[in-house]
């Protein structure tokens, strides 16, 4: 013996269609205004960072500090090497932009060698101590 419940009494065909595609009409504006709402949340989360952050300025002639681990890349040397070499003078600076390259001269004792060596401007350091 089967006892239909409640739901399936008062199901109507007609009026749950009707009901579905006003769903279905709601959907487009949830849509949007989810959308918008993220739109603002990452709005905010991008003027706070950009209040934080400070630009790195590196122009030509500037003493810079590199990354050691660029030129050790077999990690050789062990922990209690130094993170930083150099220092280089920035010679020129070819590109503007997010991923900048930059050419500089190795700088032994302050006397300039001939090397030149381009260098992404993420893995340098311009430290007031290199002036």
């Known amino acids: 013996m089967v006892y239909p419940t409640l739901r399936v009494e008062s199901y109507e065909e007609s009026v749950s269609d009707d009901r579905l595609r ?3 009409d709601l959907l487009e504006e949830r849509r949007a205004e989810a959308h918008l709402q993220t739109l603002t949340y990452k709005k905010v ?3 706070l960072y950009d209040r934080k952050v400070r630009p ?3 122009q030509t002639g500037d003493l810079v500090l590199r990354r050691a681990e660029v030129s050790d890349l077999t990690r050789s040397r062990g922990k209690l090497a ?3 070499e150099g220092p280089y003078r920035i010679a020129s600076i070819p ?3 997010p991923y900048r390259k930059v050419v ?3 700088v ?3 006397k300039f060698t001939k090397v030149l060596r381009v260098m992404n401007h993420s893995r340098l350091n311009k430290k007031d101590y290199c002036h």
Request: zero cysteines; aromatic letters at 4%; a positive charge.
């Open 22 to 24: 006003e769903n279905l």
């Open 45 to 47: 989360v991008a003027r």
């Open 56 to 58: 790195r300025r590196i």
């Open 82 to 84: 130094p993170n930083w």
């Open 95 to 97: 590109r503007e932009g």
């Open 104 to 106: 500089a001269k190795n």
């Open 108 to 110: 032994a004792h302050l």
